[in-house]
């Protein structure tokens, strides 16, 4: 059960589930901990933080509430607020991310240093709340009106950017960076005519060639400031394109770096889910479709982990489970962040299996996904005709066996 506790009250033994209190202000690297030093709390209450909010279930010792009431009563009005209190905190984060970045371009704008050091503390919270609630924040990155698009864009590739390094498993320090390289992708915009930013139509070729120099004044204007390496790479080639057909410069493959990769799946994967003036927002998963239906656009591999990371995949993939079975990808539901899989074969037994239904919820790790299978190599030759079964609701298993795999 979550309770509200003014700062001055606090004691040691008390588990902090969330700050409650401006995110710069608070002096802890995260935000969930158990207070174990009289040197915390009275870091907490130098800070400007009001109050912290305990979660009374993992207090310890003398901070640990005596039992009482209707238990099942208290776990859901607990989860309640602890939904509350994650909405709240992914609220907080997103808009003062968006109007911290604002300050930030409008800064640049203006001929002003661009300082890394404070927006490490945006990436820091943008960090702690992914892991607070993942799904809860990457659907808030998703709502931008049009007057603060550019700031919110920026936040949001710089999320999604944290949370695919993460899904990769880089180092804590990578993790950062990558979060920073989002966050200035785009910074370039600044020198770039407002009418042609935000034209609600199509651009002209001029307006194009204009358009398409914004990575390099953008990574001119970082080169000034020492921004780091990885945040110079994303800014100069988050539009190159596999197969060479990007700009400014037109690398091939792996002449792109990873971070200038990943960079270009989420900068793309954010346009294509945010409202503009000129079209409207496609839903996450006809935004993956259409990116992995991009031949040449995209490292085809990491794109595969982006899906994993945010939990969104096309309706129809195979895919691969850790625990030995083939499964097929359905919709999200209404939860985005709740892929629904069919499961249909069992590839020790190689055989066909009556279809049942399996939602791979964010944080159930048992059923992960390891990879998206060729069919083929599992005998389905007639995988056009499984999947389409599948899709129609049908048994495919039912006279009907894959051929085993020749050995
Ligand atoms: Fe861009
Ligand atoms: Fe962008």
């Known amino acids: 059960m979550l309770k509200r506790v003014p700062v001055r009250e606090i004691t040691l033994g008390m588990y902090v589930h969330a700050i409650d209190g401006p995110w710069l202000a608070q002096p802890f690297w995260r935000s969930r901990f158990l207070l174990t030093s009289l040197d915390e709390i009275a870091m907490l209450r130098r800070s400007k933080v009001g109050a912290v909010v305990i979660d009374l279930d993992r207090c310890v010792g003398s901070a640990r509430p005596a039992h009482s009431g209707n ?10 607020v602890r939904r509350e209190a994650d909405s709240i905190a992914a609220k907080r984060v997103t808009d003062d991310a968006r109007d911290f970045m604002k300050s930030v371009f409008d800064s640049a704008e203006s001929g002003g240093r661009l300082e890394t050091g404070p927006l490490d503390g945006v990436v820091r919270s943008i960090t702690d709340a992914l892991e607070r609630n993942r799904s809860m924040l990457l659907g808030m990155m998703r709502l931008k009106s049009r007057d603060t698009y550019t700031y919110f864009h920026s936040v949001a590739v710089g999320t ?38 935000n034209k609600p139509g199509p651009l002209t070729p001029e307006e194009w060639d ?6 390099e004044i953008g990574h001119a204007l970082l080169l000034a400031d020492d921004v780091p390496s990885i945040a110079l790479d994303v800014c100069l080639h988050h539009h190159e394109k596999v197969d060479g057909s990007g700009y400014p410069f037109g690398l091939v493959g792996d002449d792109i770096s990873l971070a200038a990769r990943m ?18 927002a496609a839903s996450p998963v006809a935004a993956i479709a259409a990116m992995a239906s991009w031949s040449g656009h995209f490292d085809q591999a990491l794109l595969f982990v982006f899906m994993k990371s945010i939990c969104v995949f096309p309706i129809g993939m195979p895919v691969r489970l850790r625990s030995g079975h083939l499964a097929m990808v359905r919709d999200n539901g209404r939860r985005t962040s709740r892929a629904r899989l069919t499961v249909f074969y069992d590839i020790a037994d190689q055989r066909l299996l009556p279809p049942y239904e ?6 159930d790790t048992s059923e992960t996904i390891l990879d998206t299978p060729d069919p083929l190599d599992y005998g389905l030759a007639n995988w056009a005709d499984v999947k389409q ?14 051929r085993p795999k020749s050995k």
Do not use: W
């Open 71 to 80: 238990a099942r009563r208290a776990r859901v009005q607990s989860d309640i």
């Open 160 to 197: 999604l950017m944290v949370n695919f390094a993460r899904e990769l498993g880089l180092a804590a320090d990578e993790v950062r960076l990558m979060g920073l390289g989002g966050l200035f992708h785009d910074i370039g915009k600044i020198r770039i005519a407002k009418e042609v930013l």
């Open 210 to 215: 204009e358009m398409r120099q914004h990575p």
């Open 263 to 280: 960079g270009a799946i989420c900068d793309v994967y954010d346009s294509l889910t945010s409202e503009r003036a000129y079209k409207g």
């Open 358 to 363: 399996l939602f791979l919820s964010d944080i």
């Open 389 to 402: 079964q599948l899709l129609e609701g049908h048994d495919p298993s039912i006279g009907k066996e894959a």
